[in-house]
């Protein structure tokens, strides 16, 4: 619900803070007080797009601000969380707007996009008019509002859960087809690739071992006459084991005439010799594996030379050609088992198409049964809005297999017929702008409860109307106000009679300047002013009369 409207020099308000109520609120006051002004504004807040020459004249912004109380379970909760934003009561929006026209929005006092804000405002605001009645004149909406008279909100969620797995299976088989009909096509080049890298059978990390045998073998003389000289300068003459071992035993024949002097010499020589040993061992391991046959490095250089150039071939580096060789084996493997995996992703599209058909056909037969009681509801609440000779109906035809979509199978289009004996044909061609504006009022009391929008706005919904009728409008917008907060801008005294609350709109001369202000008003001056809707400028008591009457049938 909207608590309160906060506007700082916006066109000719300058300053302006009330409060609204639950029920129907009406707002009244001559024509050119500025009571468009305050619509707009509060449409700002809600997203509405800013115009250059918003902005009162002398100065540098105007700000305008309104304040929410919401349930607990409102949708905008929803999205508030999803974008990171505050969900502490209340929920404020605000707008400031620049000269240039520019603008920034915020939530909470946080900045957000105007988008963020018109999708947070479209769930706490309906604003309708002769102009936003024109809405009925989209065919697309004329479905969601059957649905939300029948309580089929269940429904569309199965078919839309239907649709969506449906498309899934035929996107998956689609694109199964473009593969197995790419890897046919691409067969024998592909056999080709395949029996060409099993013949060369390449290994992960061949190329480096390679790279260093071609450079142990390409430096085999130096290598041989640096292990030979090594190992004759430890084996030439008397051997350096027999040397240590000879000094060990010395120093082991004394050591315990030394007073522990020599303690720990007998095992480093010991040690010494055991390493001694094994760098032996080691050389002449080297050099038995220096003794390689010349052509081992031609054969080298030939496989390495042979990896490198099947990987510029392939567009890959040589350790990728055995993944290569794999992935390509992988290919061919699905033309033998592509078949059967076509067929059991068709086979699955059959049977998301059947659950999709079998879900959009109940969805049909549930809109079949609710069309006829919706059109009796709009017609009863038609009659008293002087379209009692109308005939109101819902259209329900099947769309071509190529526009299923998740909301059905099928079209609700609504259709008037304002002249009897004529057949009803669509809103936009029949219905006027005022005829629209009633059928909208009536259209919202019959969903009346149904929606998530706490707060409707009616922009003179009454207007060129008057009598009968305008009492029914009034009728009809209290009846409203009983489930919900309305708004109400109206010229009407018997809508403004109807009222729980009244608000009058007057432009106030203060010299150098015009203003609007807004008065709350009390059982008197509301009686006044009715009165002065009745009678023009001079209020009589003829007039003050008929006020009484109007707002005692408006208790």
Known sequence: MLRSLSIRDIVLIDRLDFSFRKGLCVLTGETGAGKSILLDALGLTLGARAVTGMV???????????EFDIARNHPARRLLAEHGLGTEDPLILRRVISGDGGSRAFVNDQPVSAALLREIGATLVEIQGQHASRELLNPGMHAPLLDAFGGLEGNLDTVGSAHRGWVKAVEAEAEAEAALEGARRDEQYLRHNLAELEALAPEPGEAAR???????????AKLAEAVDVAYQELTAGRSIEAALGAARRAIDGEANNAGGRLDGISDFLASAAIETAEA???????MA??????RRLEEVEERLFALQAAARKYDTDVDSLARLGDDIAAKLSELDTGADNLARLARGRRETRKIYLDAAKHLRRRRMETAPVFDRAVAAELAPLKLKRALFRTRIEPLAEADWRA????????EI???PDTPPGPLARIASGGELARIMLALKVVLSGRGSVPTLVFDEVDSGIGGAVAAAVGERLARLGSDMQVLVVTHSPQVAARGAHHWR????DEGARLVTQVDELDATDRREEIARMLAGAKVTDEARAAADRLLAAGR
């Open 56 to 66: 009162r004249h002398g100065a540098r912004q105007a700000v305008v601000g309104a």
């Open 210 to 220: 390679l790279a260093e045998d071609r450079a142990f073998l390409r430096n085999g």
């Open 280 to 286: 032996v061992a080691k050389l002449e391991s080297v």
């Open 289 to 294: 594996e220096l003794d390689f046959d010349p």
């Open 407 to 414: 909301a059905g199978t099928e079209r609700a289009t609504f």
């Open 417 to 419: 017929s304002t002249i």
């Open 505 to 508: 709109v007057l432009k106030r």
